[in-house]
């Protein structure tokens, strides 16, 4: 089993940044690849960026250039630095792990508005 839970989100003025942290625990070994989803209301979830084990990565369109997703394995963790951020960017964000099982994380609101 692998636990995740997320940090680093709040409320950000339009152009503002803010990185969100994922910390992985459990069955470490068994995950391939990990990354974030967001969910905005009256939206369905979608992929904003995700990052394989050989450090692979892919991005949305609309966060590509401004979002960044970085791996730290010694300390199983996984990052998302946002910066630029505009309104549209206001989502729940869900760190997501892919081992046998896919894992989510309790979700860390990011609210951009000025």
């Known amino acids: 089993q692998v636990q995740l839970v997320e940090s680093g989100g709040g409320l950000v003025q339009p152009g503002g940044s803010l990185k969100l942290s994922c910390a992985a625990s459990?069955?470490?070994?068994?995950?391939?690849?990990m990354g974030w989803f967001r969910q905005a209301p009256g939206k369905q979830r979608e992929l904003v960026a995700h990052?394989?084990?050989?450090?692979?990565?892919i991005y949305a369109d609309s966060v590509k250039d401004r979002f960044t997703i970085s791996r730290d394995n010694a300390k199983n963790m996984v990052y998302l630095q946002m910066n630029s951020l505009k309104a549209e960017d206001t989502a729940v964000y869900y760190c997501h792990a892919v081992a046998r099982l896919h894992y989510w994380g309790q979700g860390t609101q990011v609210t951009v508005s000025s």
């Open positions: 459990g069955s470490i070994f068994s995950i391939n690849s």
């Open positions: 990052i394989g084990n050989a450090d692979s990565t």
